[in-house]
């Protein structure tokens, strides 16, 4: 019995000077930029424009993956047309109205940005579709 507590004594000790101290050990992970999910890419526009000089939603357009300017307009490579709406809903209001809309919110009101190349049917247009995905306001009570 005093033979196998000193070989258990000795095993501990060759475990200790053969087990080393690592120094601290920083795992860093970001989050995609851009998801597709049933024919929707998600995109995280705020991730995208962090560090760039922009300070509302029409500009932060600009630099969505795709996005083209076509005379003024918005549009996507590869799309004939492009249709943009707020939260899903489609909007009655005229273009020039939709964008100064978008140029006068302010960025940090932007959650994400859904592209869709092939506007589904409760959307009631026809070609390509950009929903602007803004953040809800929270209410306050006093």
């Known amino acids: 019995m005093m033979i196998s507590s000193l070989q258990a004594v000795a095993m501990t000790e ?13 795992v860093k992970g970001e989050r995609p930029q851009v998801k597709s999910h049933d024919g929707v890419m998600v995109v995280d526009l705020p991730a995208i424009i962090k560090d760039k000089p922009v300070t ?26 492009v249709t943009v709406v707020i939260n899903g ?19 940090d009101r932007l959650k ?20 602007v995905v803004l953040k809800t306001l929270s209410l306050i009570h006093i």
């Open 14 to 26: 060759a475990t200790d000077s053969m087990s080393t101290q690592l120094d601290e050990v920083v």
């Open 56 to 81: 509302n939603i029409l500009e932060a357009l600009g630099y969505l993956p795709g996005v083209v300017d076509n005379n003024g307009m918005i549009g996507l490579a590869g799309a004939s047309s």
């Open 89 to 107: 809903e489609p909007t009655n209001m005229p273009v020039q109205n939709l964008y100064q809309l978008l140029y006068t919110t302010p960025i």
């Open 112 to 131: 994400n940005v859904e592209v869709m190349y092939t506007a589904p049917a409760a959307y009631h247009v026809n070609g390509a579709v950009i929903n």
